[in-house]
């Protein structure tokens, strides 16, 4: 095959490629483009039959209104959200971390049964532990406060698993270097470990914290109070409230609420991508 020949195979196959993803991207983004099309328009044009997915006169009186309603705490609910899902993501990467060094580098008995019965624990529903997780969170006095959004589940068996995976994946030579200059385990973890999974901690702090940040079940049973509601909380009484009222005005607040995420995957999509790759150091 000529050099020619091999060009013009090679353009039409990743033409195609792309040409699939733009295809798959549309399918993607076309829910998120119609929301916030819809945010800028009126009541009666988002009703209107056959839908406009572009506004004849566009207005942000439906953005004004999410933001200056009385019972609506847009500002309040997303910085609890964060505020949640920050205190939720330091949590789980304290907890973690170690343990996952443990099952890695640790050679105690039971390590493998024990990890593989952690494992096993992913499969058990979350309704299964809810009652006995509210119960304890009414025993601690901690209903209604950011304690009770933070550290249920804060043991994240996930957590364990991508970072036990990714600490395999570093040298043992270079745990060795460091006993020899006197580390212990500790040292090790500290020393050697940590600075080397940059990207796996970054990589799962990013997935604890976006998952937190949507969480609407557990919130919405633990919290009854304006001051401790996160935003799918309080999105979901905008829904509630205003549905047939004012449609625009629960299609701005969703938009809102999807800001935070947007910034916080463009800023960390690259560390993201190589945390989870999880491949001999190039996850550094």
């Known amino acids: 095959m000529s050099i020619a020949q091999l ?9 195609g490629v792309y040409v699939f993803l733009l295809v798959l991207s549309a399918f993607v983004l076309f829910p998120l483009v119609i929301a916030v099309s819809q945010s800028f328009m009126t009541n009666q044009e988002v009703n209107r039959w056959p839908p406009r997915v572009i506004p004849v006169e566009p207005t942000i009186e439906s953005y004004r209104l999410v933001l200056t309603q009385q019972d609506v705490r847009l500002d309040l609910w997303l910085r609890n959200s964060v505020v949640a899902a920050t205190g ?6 304290l907890i973690c971390s170690p343990a996952a ?16 019965f952690l494992l096993a624990t992913i499969m058990i529903p979350g309704q299964v532990t809810l009652i006995p997780n509210y119960l304890l969170m009414r025993d601690l006095k901690w209903l209604d406060t950011f304690n009770a959004l933070i550290f249920p589940g ?21 745990e060795e ?18 600075p080397l999974s940059t990207n796996a901690l970054t990589a799962l702090g990013i997935f604890v914290f976006l998952g937190h940040f949507n969480d ?38 969703a938009v809102l609420s999807t800001l935070p995420v947007l910034i916080v995957y ?12 999880l491949t001999g150091m190039g996850g550094r």
């Open 177 to 194: 270097a460091a006993v020899l200059d006197g580390a212990g385990y500790f040292g090790r973890f500290w020393h050697v470990i940590l």
């Open 101 to 116: 060094y443990a099952f890695a580098r640790l050679n105690f008995p039971g390590n493998k049964p024990l990890f593989a």
């Open 88 to 93: 939720y993501t330091i949590a789980v990467l």
């Open 216 to 253: 609407l079940f557990w919130p919405i049973i633990v919290t009854s109070s304006l001051q401790t509601r996160t935003l799918p909380v309080g999105l979901s009484i905008i829904q509630s409230s205003y549905a047939g009222q004012y449609r625009p005005m629960i299609l701005a607040g």
């Open 7 to 15: 060009r013009h195979s090679t353009f039409f196959r990743y033409f």
């Open 266 to 277: 463009s800023i960390f999509q690259r560390r993201i991508i190589q945390g989870v790759t």
């Open 154 to 174: 804060a043991a994240n068996v996930f957590g364990v698993f991508l970072l036990r995976q990714f600490f395999m994946q570093v040298p043992r030579e270079l």
